[in-house]
């Protein structure tokens, strides 16, 4: 039986370039088990351009920037959102042990794996792929997430379909609070430079650290504390519920999820209007800091608080 278009990129390509790259077989698997899920439960959605332009928008800071320059923005997005932001993560992290290896892959093999998928997706019509596949197994995890996490999800539909630098929108007051009492991770494998306040941790990993949990509380139970400052998405998580989950706890409580090209919170959205590459070093998280332009004055003004707090 021939394969479908889906299939043969998971089963052929993606698949050799990890049997090359050393990962354990029944890694593999899972990891391209995972990736089919998230591609079927994106194409389900594919003809909703509301829906689809929210989950393509968690990967524009970094798909904008992706290799080839002129293959589409949405399939570089696609490819961020159903490819990178999946447990291919975990060969990529920390967390390499789970899949048989001795170290981490490296920085180029993750742009090779990206760039190539890139490549085939952009030679193919994914709206007439999504309206032949079978979703009768597909755990849809991205409708899961905006029937989960309603302020964070309409947040970023604001966000998403913002034609300027900033709008404004009814706030939301119905909702279930979301507890923090049982978000709390082991430390057990984790490691922590309290420090500098960086997580070495998967940036897939659904479980919230230590350190996280600290700087969340700190935002929420400190009166003059506003900003939860990020330096990009996939800084805060690459698994999409952990990040909805952040940002509805902070929405929840009249908080602000911030990065260095979003403001986000319940009843204001802001971007920038050039938007900055996805930071991958702290150089690049301290010069992101302080590019104050294309941005609504709210956003630059908290920028600069974030940047400065003496400002």
Known sequence: MEKDE???YLDNILNTKLINL????SYIEIIISDIRNRIYSLLKHWGDSKFREVILLLGLEEGKFYKPQVASQKIKCFVVVTIRNSLLET??????KQ???ESCILDEDVKDITMNAIIYFNSL???KISEKLD??????IYYNVSNTYKLAW???EELAFCTGQDKYYDKIEDYNPISLLNLKESKNGHLKDVISHVDHQSGISPMFSDELLSIINQVI???NAKYFFTACFKHTSRNIEKLFKVIEILLQRNKVFLTSNYYISNNYVAKRTKLLRAPHTREDIEYNLKQFNNMSEIHTNALKQVASPSF
Do not use: M
Not at 22 to 25: C, Y
Not at 91 to 96: P, Y
Not at 135 to 140: E, R, V
């Open 91 to 96: 060969i990529a992290s920390v967390d390499f």
């Open 99 to 101: 899949a048989g290896l």
């Open 125 to 127: 019509n994914l709206r």
């Open 6 to 8: 889906i299939s043969y």
């Open 221 to 223: 139970n400190t009166n």
């Open 154 to 156: 309409q947040a970023l």
């Open 22 to 25: 050393n990962v354990d077989r």
């Open 135 to 140: 979703y009768s197994n597909c755990n849809d």
